[in-house]
């Protein structure tokens, strides 16, 4: 009895282990959702899918959007797309991908895209039936699905405005702390001189909040505002203008040289010629002692 | 009284296994693994005689750092080559230090940047440890001296980059020459059986702490420029392995 039981575990767990793993989707660096920007309409998004099937299933794989997952789509949803089940076995087992237009989302459906101040929550769901048991059996009752789903977010609702904490005046160059709201994911500054001219922007990731812009000019007046960008591109309006005026200002260096400091830099060569041909020389006379003694 | 004295004769009684153990005559294997250099772990303020070079008209470190010393972290290795009346040996330490200070404008006023001295002190020195007293007499002071050769780079920013003047570059390095004098005391007296298994566990023969002086002229040996020379304490760890 005890040997049946084993055998009956030994058999299942293969089963049970190509159930969890036959069928994966998946998106870059791990994220856990794929957030979709307002628009453009026909941007095209993509998501990697993984199989392990190397049997013909019961029926094509389908993938479709819905806001839960079943095994098969609702009637009436669309399909977004389709591989023939007579295709699956001989498709690769990994970097295969899906793709979608931002317009192929459900709240489309009813609606203009692109949809104005909206964040709404889909799963792009992927499902292929597989024969149950042992046998080839496709019938409704014995037939099992592999299936996995993403998390897909329409979201054209942009981030909370950023504000301008302190602008600091650094030698040729600016320093600006950003308060950044919580949704975003990248901030912008935009910095362009009081009478409109030489507008640059500079991005960096929100872990970095303060920026340090460079190559400006001393005594120019510098007009600062900031954007907040979300994951899914959407900016923020710009935050309150603020204003700096690098200034020239003397490091320790300076102040040496204004004092008369006669350094000019540079690895001291010469220096270290005349202390190796001392250590050479100690070197040499030690040496030698040592052969006059013995 | 009599219950005090017949304490103590218990005591005693009680000790004497362990004092029997330690007098033994049976042949016992040495416990000591063999000595071959030391490590050092020491810090200590220094500053840069910067504004003693000749011709200066003003006193730059000072105005700039208000006159104070650079905290100087430093790492010995050094190998005996000599253990008999002493150990002598060569000794190679590397360490750095850094000084930060606000930049001005032009007018006088604090800038929002930053201005740093940065110093990589490299040494090479020949070392002689009076020791002898101390293994031998059981006298827990060791006396020493270092001569030697010292490099050492340094480099002055300003915000976040080197400075540049000119043809003038804010980095390079300076050689000179130390003397260093410095007394260790020996800690193995304080627990001589965690010293032992010091030793037994980690190799390390002995242990001290530190106080020594250093008289260091690092000018390019008298050519003009920065001037790096320093008299200044450090203090630290030693471990003799």
Known sequence: ?294 | MSRAVALGVVALLGALPSQALEVSDAPTLSTHSPRTGALEFKLGGYKPRIDTEAGLTDTPYANTFGNESMLLFEVEMQRYFFQRFGSAGVGFSAGYAEKYSDAVTETGELAAEKTALKVVPLKLNALYKFDYAAFRWGVPLVPYGKLGLIYMPWWINKGDSTQQLDDRSGKGGRWGYGLTLGASFLLDVLEPRLARDFDTDLGVNHSYIFAEWTYAEVNNFGSSGLVLSSRHWMFGLALDY
Request: a negative charge; hydrophobic letters at 40%.
């Open chain 1, 1 to 294: 009895m005890r040997s049946l039981l084993i055998a009956l575990a030994l058999l299942t767990a293969p089963a049970a282990w190509s159930q969890s793993t036959a069928l994966q989707l998946s998106l870059p660096n791990n994220e856990t959702e794929l957030r979709v920007p307002k628009e453009p309409c026909d941007l095209v998004r993509s998501v990697t899918w993984a199989h392990a099937v190397t049997f013909v299933p019961c029926d094509d794989l389908r993938f479709w959007f819905a806001t839960s997952c079943g095994d098969e789509p609702p009637s009436g949803s669309d399909v977004i797309h389709t591989v023939p089940k007579a295709n699956l076995p001989g498709t690769p087992t990994t970097g295969n991908t899906v793709t979608f237009e931002v317009s192929e989302l459900p709240l489309f459906n009813d609606a203009a895209c692109p949809a104005e101040q909206k964040e709404e929550e889909y799963k792009l769901c992927a499902s292929v039936p597989v024969p149950g048991g042992l046998a080839t059996d496709c019938s409704s009752g014995s037939k099992n699905f592999h299936k996995s789903n993403v998390d897909v977010v329409y979201d054209s609702l942009p981030p909370a405005v950023p504000t301008i904490d302190n602008v600091a005046a650094l030698d040729k160059a600016l320093s600006v702390r950003v308060a950044a709201p919580e949704d975003a994911s990248r901030l912008k500054l935009q910095i362009v001189r009081a009478d409109g001219t030489g507008a640059r922007t500079v991005d960096q990731s929100v872990d970095q909040t303060l920026f340090r812009v460079e190559n400006l000019e001393n005594g120019v007046t510098y007009s600062v505002t900031a954007t907040a960008v979300d994951a899914a591109d959407n900016e923020s309006a710009p935050s309150e203008a603020q204003t700096g005026t690098p200034v020239l200002t003397r490091g320790f260096f300076d102040r040496y040289v204004e004092a008369g400091g006669q350094e000019m830099g540079g690895c001291g060569a010469a220096a270290g010629g005349l202390a190796g041909g001392w250590v050479l020389a100690i070197l040499g006379f030690w040496l030698s002692s040592r052969r006059n003694r013995s």
